[in-house]
Protein backbone atom coordinates (compact mmCIF):
# COMPACT_ATOMS: atom_id res chain seq x y z
CA UNK A 1 0.00 0.00 0.00
CA UNK A 2 2.66 2.60 0.92
CA UNK A 3 4.57 1.68 -2.00
CA UNK A 4 1.93 2.82 -4.26
CA UNK A 5 0.60 5.54 -2.76
CA UNK A 6 4.59 6.45 -3.11
CA UNK A 7 4.68 5.84 -7.04
CA UNK A 8 1.17 7.74 -7.11
CA UNK A 9 2.91 10.98 -5.45
CA UNK A 10 5.78 10.17 -7.52
CA UNK A 11 3.85 10.43 -11.20
CA UNK A 12 2.10 13.68 -9.64
CA UNK A 13 5.35 15.15 -9.35
CA UNK A 14 6.68 14.17 -12.53
CA UNK A 15 3.44 15.30 -13.93
CA UNK A 16 3.39 18.72 -12.16
CA UNK A 17 7.20 19.13 -13.40
CA UNK A 18 6.30 18.31 -16.66
CA UNK A 19 3.66 21.21 -17.28
CA UNK A 20 6.43 23.50 -15.68
CA UNK A 21 8.36 23.46 -18.13
CA UNK A 22 6.04 23.53 -20.79
CA UNK A 23 5.22 27.02 -19.84
CA UNK A 24 6.41 29.98 -21.30
CA UNK A 25 9.71 31.47 -19.31
CA UNK A 26 11.27 34.54 -18.95
CA UNK A 27 14.30 36.29 -16.98
CA UNK A 28 13.28 39.54 -18.77
CA UNK A 29 12.21 42.56 -15.95
CA UNK A 30 10.22 45.81 -16.74
CA UNK A 31 9.71 48.71 -14.38
CA UNK A 32 6.46 50.56 -15.97
CA UNK A 33 5.74 54.38 -14.95
CA UNK A 34 4.52 57.08 -16.93
CA UNK A 35 3.47 55.33 -20.08
CA UNK A 36 6.89 53.61 -20.67
CA UNK A 37 8.23 50.37 -19.68
CA UNK A 38 11.80 50.06 -19.67
CA UNK A 39 14.04 47.12 -19.76
CA UNK A 40 15.84 46.56 -16.67
CA UNK A 41 18.85 44.34 -17.87
CA UNK A 42 20.11 41.70 -20.69
CA UNK A 43 17.68 38.59 -20.68
CA UNK A 44 16.23 35.64 -22.27
CA UNK A 45 12.98 34.71 -23.61
CA UNK A 46 11.66 31.38 -24.97
CA UNK A 47 8.23 33.50 -25.80
CA UNK A 48 6.55 36.49 -27.00
CA UNK A 49 7.17 39.84 -25.10
CA UNK A 50 3.62 41.42 -25.60
CA UNK A 51 3.26 45.79 -25.55
CA UNK A 52 0.02 46.55 -23.34
CA UNK A 53 -1.88 49.29 -25.49
CA UNK A 54 -0.67 52.71 -25.27
CA UNK A 55 2.95 51.98 -23.66
CA UNK A 56 6.20 52.52 -24.74
CA UNK A 57 9.33 49.66 -24.48
CA UNK A 58 11.92 50.95 -23.72
CA UNK A 59 15.07 49.10 -24.18
CA UNK A 60 17.72 51.36 -22.79
CA UNK A 61 20.01 49.28 -25.21
CA UNK A 62 19.78 45.89 -23.17
CA UNK A 63 19.22 43.18 -25.50
CA UNK A 64 16.54 40.25 -25.50
CA UNK A 65 17.50 37.41 -26.41
CA UNK A 66 15.02 34.49 -27.82
CA UNK A 67 15.94 30.92 -26.89
CA UNK A 68 14.12 27.75 -27.85
CA UNK A 69 11.69 26.39 -24.93
CA UNK A 70 12.50 22.90 -22.94
CA UNK A 71 11.03 20.41 -25.37
CA UNK A 72 9.97 23.10 -28.63
CA UNK A 73 10.82 25.65 -30.44
CA UNK A 74 10.51 29.15 -30.16
CA UNK A 75 7.21 30.70 -32.05
CA UNK A 76 5.86 33.87 -33.36
CA UNK A 77 8.01 37.47 -32.42
CA UNK A 78 10.38 38.30 -29.95
CA UNK A 79 8.18 41.27 -29.06
CA UNK A 80 4.53 42.69 -30.71
CA UNK A 81 2.39 45.06 -29.73
CA UNK A 82 -1.39 44.11 -27.72
CA UNK A 83 -3.17 46.84 -28.79
CA UNK A 84 -3.36 49.81 -31.43
CA UNK A 85 -0.92 52.53 -29.80
CA UNK A 86 2.68 50.70 -29.43
CA UNK A 87 6.53 52.66 -29.91
CA UNK A 88 9.66 50.27 -28.97
CA UNK A 89 12.91 52.06 -28.64
CA UNK A 90 16.21 51.32 -28.28
CA UNK A 91 16.11 47.94 -27.45
CA UNK A 92 18.59 44.45 -28.92
CA UNK A 93 17.26 41.51 -30.04
CA UNK A 94 19.37 38.32 -30.56
CA UNK A 95 18.49 34.99 -30.98
CA UNK A 96 20.42 32.08 -29.22
CA UNK A 97 20.50 28.56 -31.34
CA UNK A 98 16.67 28.33 -32.37
CA UNK A 99 15.80 24.76 -34.14
CA UNK A 100 15.02 24.74 -37.81
CA UNK A 101 11.38 24.23 -37.03
CA UNK A 102 9.72 26.17 -40.54
CA UNK A 103 6.59 28.45 -38.68
CA UNK A 104 4.19 30.08 -40.33
CA UNK A 105 1.19 32.86 -40.28
CA UNK A 106 1.55 34.74 -36.28
CA UNK A 107 4.10 31.64 -35.38
CA UNK A 108 6.14 32.82 -38.29
CA UNK A 109 9.92 34.00 -36.59
CA UNK A 110 10.23 37.91 -36.40
CA UNK A 111 12.12 40.81 -34.13
CA UNK A 112 9.67 43.69 -33.72
CA UNK A 113 6.11 42.56 -34.55
CA UNK A 114 3.25 45.74 -35.58
CA UNK A 115 0.40 44.58 -36.33
CA UNK A 116 -2.97 47.06 -36.66
CA UNK A 117 -1.44 49.48 -34.37
CA UNK A 118 0.46 53.01 -35.47
CA UNK A 119 3.48 54.20 -33.50
CA UNK A 120 7.60 54.48 -33.87
CA UNK A 121 10.05 52.01 -33.93
CA UNK A 122 13.18 53.76 -33.35
CA UNK A 123 16.75 53.29 -32.49
CA UNK A 124 16.86 49.63 -32.14
CA UNK A 125 19.49 46.95 -32.74
CA UNK A 126 18.40 43.62 -34.34
CA UNK A 127 20.56 41.14 -35.40
CA UNK A 128 21.36 37.12 -36.01
CA UNK A 129 17.07 36.44 -36.12
CA UNK A 130 16.75 33.23 -38.16
CA UNK A 131 16.36 29.50 -37.54
CA UNK A 132 19.40 27.06 -37.78
CA UNK A 133 19.77 26.33 -41.72
CA UNK A 134 16.92 29.20 -42.62
CA UNK A 135 15.21 27.86 -45.77
CA UNK A 136 11.81 28.92 -44.48
CA UNK A 137 10.25 32.38 -45.41
CA UNK A 138 10.22 33.68 -41.61
CA UNK A 139 12.70 35.59 -40.10
CA UNK A 140 11.55 39.33 -40.69
CA UNK A 141 13.56 41.36 -38.32
CA UNK A 142 10.69 44.29 -38.35
CA UNK A 143 7.32 43.45 -39.74
CA UNK A 144 4.82 46.17 -39.76
CA UNK A 145 1.11 44.75 -41.25
CA UNK A 146 -2.55 45.98 -41.22
CA UNK A 147 -4.78 43.54 -43.04
CA UNK A 148 -8.29 43.49 -43.18
CA UNK A 149 -10.20 41.47 -40.51
CA UNK A 150 -13.90 40.32 -41.13
CA UNK A 151 -13.80 41.41 -44.82
CA UNK A 152 -13.73 45.22 -43.83
CA UNK A 153 -10.67 47.09 -44.24
CA UNK A 154 -9.39 48.88 -41.06
CA UNK A 155 -7.82 52.19 -40.66
CA UNK A 156 -5.08 53.37 -42.16
CA UNK A 157 -2.07 53.23 -39.49
CA UNK A 158 0.74 54.89 -39.36
CA UNK A 159 4.37 54.12 -38.37
CA UNK A 160 7.86 55.54 -38.10
CA UNK A 161 10.56 53.09 -38.63
CA UNK A 162 13.65 55.11 -37.89
CA UNK A 163 17.32 54.78 -37.01
CA UNK A 164 17.37 51.19 -36.52
CA UNK A 165 20.22 48.99 -37.79
CA UNK A 166 19.02 45.15 -38.53
CA UNK A 167 21.91 42.32 -39.53
CA UNK A 168 21.67 38.71 -39.95
CA UNK A 169 17.75 38.52 -40.25
CA UNK A 170 16.38 35.82 -42.38
CA UNK A 171 13.64 36.72 -44.82
CA UNK A 172 13.43 40.25 -44.51
CA UNK A 173 14.95 43.17 -42.75
CA UNK A 174 12.00 45.32 -42.57
CA UNK A 175 8.47 44.87 -43.46
CA UNK A 176 5.72 47.01 -44.30
CA UNK A 177 2.33 45.45 -45.70
CA UNK A 178 -1.04 46.51 -45.81
CA UNK A 179 -3.23 49.06 -45.23
CA UNK A 180 -0.32 50.58 -43.48
CA UNK A 181 1.63 54.13 -43.89
CA UNK A 182 5.45 53.70 -43.35
CA UNK A 183 8.09 56.31 -43.06
CA UNK A 184 11.37 54.12 -43.01
CA UNK A 185 14.36 56.52 -42.56
CA UNK A 186 17.84 56.40 -41.45
CA UNK A 187 17.85 52.80 -40.94
CA UNK A 188 21.13 50.19 -41.63
CA UNK A 189 19.94 47.33 -43.43
CA UNK A 190 22.41 44.21 -43.25
CA UNK A 191 22.39 41.40 -45.51
CA UNK A 192 20.41 38.70 -44.58
CA UNK A 193 22.14 35.49 -43.01
CA UNK A 194 20.67 32.69 -45.37
CA UNK A 195 20.48 34.21 -49.05
CA UNK A 196 22.29 31.05 -49.97
CA UNK A 197 19.17 28.90 -49.25
CA UNK A 198 16.70 31.51 -50.22
CA UNK A 199 15.36 34.50 -52.11
CA UNK A 200 15.35 37.49 -49.61
CA UNK A 201 15.07 41.13 -49.40
CA UNK A 202 16.59 44.05 -47.48
CA UNK A 203 13.53 46.31 -47.61
CA UNK A 204 10.14 45.41 -48.50
CA UNK A 205 7.02 47.57 -49.40
CA UNK A 206 3.82 45.70 -50.13
CA UNK A 207 0.20 44.64 -50.39
CA UNK A 208 -1.27 47.81 -51.03
CA UNK A 209 0.93 49.86 -47.83
CA UNK A 210 2.43 53.24 -48.79
CA UNK A 211 5.65 54.36 -47.65
CA UNK A 212 8.21 57.18 -47.82
CA UNK A 213 11.99 54.96 -48.23
CA UNK A 214 15.13 57.68 -47.57
CA UNK A 215 18.34 57.99 -46.42
CA UNK A 216 18.62 54.25 -45.72
CA UNK A 217 21.61 52.55 -46.34
CA UNK A 218 20.88 48.91 -47.26
CA UNK A 219 22.95 45.93 -48.41
CA UNK A 220 22.40 43.61 -51.03
CA UNK A 221 21.01 40.05 -51.10
CA UNK A 222 21.61 37.29 -53.57
CA UNK A 223 20.49 33.88 -53.91
CA UNK A 224 21.91 31.04 -56.01
CA UNK A 225 18.56 29.73 -57.28
CA UNK A 226 16.10 30.78 -59.53
CA UNK A 227 16.39 30.99 -63.57
CA UNK A 228 15.69 33.70 -65.16
CA UNK A 229 12.89 32.84 -67.82
CA UNK A 230 11.12 29.90 -65.62
CA UNK A 231 11.55 30.84 -61.97
CA UNK A 232 11.73 34.69 -61.40
CA UNK A 233 12.27 35.02 -57.97
CA UNK A 234 15.00 36.64 -56.79
CA UNK A 235 16.57 38.60 -53.88
CA UNK A 236 16.75 42.30 -53.30
CA UNK A 237 17.75 45.10 -51.57
CA UNK A 238 14.44 46.85 -51.63
CA UNK A 239 11.34 45.47 -52.94
CA UNK A 240 8.14 47.23 -53.68
CA UNK A 241 5.75 44.27 -54.49
CA UNK A 242 1.61 46.39 -55.07
CA UNK A 243 2.93 48.75 -53.30
CA UNK A 244 0.41 51.87 -52.74
CA UNK A 245 0.92 54.87 -55.66
CA UNK A 246 3.19 57.61 -54.86
CA UNK A 247 5.29 55.48 -52.51
CA UNK A 248 8.67 56.68 -52.84
CA UNK A 249 12.72 55.13 -52.65
CA UNK A 250 14.63 58.53 -52.18
CA UNK A 251 18.42 59.20 -51.55
CA UNK A 252 19.64 55.34 -50.10
CA UNK A 253 22.78 53.94 -50.78
CA UNK A 254 22.70 50.62 -52.10
CA UNK A 255 26.45 50.34 -51.79
CA UNK A 256 27.05 46.91 -49.47
CA UNK A 257 27.89 43.50 -50.95
CA UNK A 258 25.65 42.34 -54.04
CA UNK A 259 21.76 42.12 -55.18
CA UNK A 260 20.36 40.16 -57.65
CA UNK A 261 18.17 43.40 -58.37
CA UNK A 262 19.29 46.64 -56.45
CA UNK A 263 15.60 48.12 -56.39
CA UNK A 264 12.73 45.89 -57.32
CA UNK A 265 9.72 47.90 -58.57
CA UNK A 266 6.61 45.21 -59.06
CA UNK A 267 4.61 48.37 -58.70
CA UNK A 268 2.43 51.24 -60.57
CA UNK A 269 3.19 55.15 -59.45
CA UNK A 270 5.95 55.00 -57.37
CA UNK A 271 8.90 57.35 -56.97
CA UNK A 272 12.81 55.94 -56.96
CA UNK A 273 14.97 59.06 -56.72
CA UNK A 274 18.45 60.00 -56.50
CA UNK A 275 19.76 56.37 -54.83
CA UNK A 276 22.83 55.18 -55.08
CA UNK A 277 22.79 51.51 -56.16
CA UNK A 278 26.28 49.58 -56.68
CA UNK A 279 27.35 46.62 -56.60
CA UNK A 280 30.37 44.81 -55.08
CA UNK A 281 31.71 41.68 -55.13
CA UNK A 282 30.09 38.46 -57.26
CA UNK A 283 27.18 36.97 -57.24
CA UNK A 284 25.23 33.62 -56.64
CA UNK A 285 22.82 34.13 -58.66
CA UNK A 286 24.04 32.87 -62.60
CA UNK A 287 21.03 33.09 -64.14
CA UNK A 288 21.41 36.81 -65.23
CA UNK A 289 19.50 38.38 -62.67
CA UNK A 290 21.81 40.58 -62.17
CA UNK A 291 20.28 44.60 -62.35
CA UNK A 292 20.39 48.29 -60.68
CA UNK A 293 17.31 48.95 -61.12
CA UNK A 294 14.26 46.75 -62.34
CA UNK A 295 10.63 47.51 -63.37
CA UNK A 296 8.27 44.46 -63.56
CA UNK A 297 6.16 44.56 -66.87
CA UNK A 298 4.57 41.62 -68.33
CA UNK A 299 5.94 42.29 -71.80
CA UNK A 300 8.42 45.16 -70.43
CA UNK A 301 6.52 47.35 -72.37
CA UNK A 302 7.17 51.55 -72.06
CA UNK A 303 3.26 51.58 -70.70
CA UNK A 304 4.07 50.23 -67.42
CA UNK A 305 7.48 51.47 -66.92
CA UNK A 306 6.32 55.19 -67.25
CA UNK A 307 3.74 55.22 -64.86
CA UNK A 308 6.55 55.40 -62.05
CA UNK A 309 9.02 58.49 -61.77
CA UNK A 310 12.60 57.39 -62.08
CA UNK A 311 15.01 59.95 -61.92
CA UNK A 312 18.64 60.79 -61.11
CA UNK A 313 19.59 57.51 -60.08
CA UNK A 314 23.01 56.01 -60.59
CA UNK A 315 24.10 52.78 -60.74
CA UNK A 316 27.61 50.85 -60.74
CA UNK A 317 29.11 47.55 -60.73
CA UNK A 318 25.65 45.91 -62.34
CA UNK A 319 25.54 43.15 -65.45
CA UNK A 320 22.42 45.33 -66.43
CA UNK A 321 21.97 48.85 -64.65
CA UNK A 322 18.69 49.12 -65.88
CA UNK A 323 15.65 46.33 -67.50
CA UNK A 324 14.99 48.91 -70.06
CA UNK A 325 16.32 51.92 -72.42
CA UNK A 326 13.10 53.40 -70.78
CA UNK A 327 15.11 54.22 -68.09
CA UNK A 328 18.60 55.62 -69.47
CA UNK A 329 18.85 59.29 -70.21
CA UNK A 330 17.22 59.36 -73.29
CA UNK A 331 13.98 60.15 -71.74
CA UNK A 332 14.55 62.67 -69.53
CA UNK A 333 15.19 60.65 -66.09
CA UNK A 334 18.46 61.67 -66.19
CA UNK A 335 19.75 58.48 -64.40
CA UNK A 336 23.27 57.28 -64.42
CA UNK A 337 25.18 53.93 -65.59
CA UNK A 338 28.49 54.04 -64.18
CA UNK A 339 30.89 50.34 -65.27
CA UNK A 340 33.52 51.49 -62.91
CA UNK A 341 33.63 49.60 -59.80
CA UNK A 342 32.11 51.02 -56.67
CA UNK A 343 34.43 52.86 -54.15
CA UNK A 344 34.93 51.90 -50.80
CA UNK A 345 32.79 53.39 -48.30
Known amino acids: MQRRLFMHLLGLLLLFAGMSTAQATTT ?5 AGGVMTLTADCTTDSTITIPNGLTLDGRNYTITAADPVGGHFLGAVVKNEGPIANVVNLR ?4 GLSNACEAGDNGLRGILFS ?3 GTIYGNTISNLYRDAGAC ?3 YAIEVRNFNTGGFDPPV ?3 EITSNRVTG ?4 GIVCDGVVSCLVRSNVVGASATQAEQPVNGIQIGYGAGAVVENNDVAGNSWAGGDYYLDPRVSTAILLIDAAPETSVRHNNLMEGNADIGIYVYTDGAIIDNNRV ?8 KALWDFGIYVFSQDLDAEVITTNTITINKVRGYLFPYNSPELTTQDGGNNKANPSPAPAK
Open 28 to 32: CVFNT
Open 93 to 96: ITTA
Open 116 to 118: GVS
Open 137 to 139: PEG
Open 157 to 159: QTV
Open 169 to 172: FQKT
Open 278 to 285: YETGEDLN
